[in-house]
């Protein structure tokens, strides 16, 4: 950790506690889901972790959440493992792009992963889960924004991958994961990614962040991925 300048802490001091924060969303989510006719345990709130410190983190496990997403492994297996021993019943979700060569770690860590999104890693993942009799459940991420930077299966190409992953590798597909462009409005991404889900007999979406969850939820989500809601602003990541 750097030491901190007077400016940084008393930034520090101006953010919410996730203690707080997370009180807020889970009694925002309640009455989302109340007025959608949805059962509360229908919808898993993922707290996104990633950049954020473990001593914040544990303000958050204070307040009994449980479920977090991360999107580096090597960020990851710094900061869970001691607090997988430290507190029960920690479920981990890898929500970043996941390269084939990490996929042991990866099912070693996760409970989750969000992030299936070529025949590559599908091989390698389904390779691991037998390798480690561990078999975290499996979201494919759509590319529904059809953007060129980002990972994702293309819609036209979904179902065909789908159907590779569930004959050529054995796979139990849980989910679809999205993640709509930062500039467009969210609703039309979330509604392609419930068709595809429908059409190919998914049970599961993880789509949803801290600006556009409540759009989320009324498209049928089932996982919330939620930062900055929760744990504030994180720092600005290096650009790549
Ligand atoms: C960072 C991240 C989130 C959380 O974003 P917020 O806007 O902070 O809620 C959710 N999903 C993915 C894939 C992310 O990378």
Redesign the pocket.
Known sequence: MPIESPEESSIEASIESPEGALARVRADLAAQLKQLNRPASAVTLIG?S?MVPVERIKLALAAGLRVF?E?RIEEANAKWPPLKTAYNNIELHF??TLQSKKAAQAVALFDAIHSLDRPRLARALAHEMHAQNRYPQLFIQINTGKEAQKSGVLPKDAKAFIQACRTDYGLTIDGLMC?PPVHEPPAPHFALLQKIAQDNDIRLLSMG???DYATALRFGATHI?????IFGP?QPTKPQ
């Open positions: 996104v990633k997403g999107n929500i970043g993640l962040m801290s600006r991925r939620l930062g900055t809601a994180r």
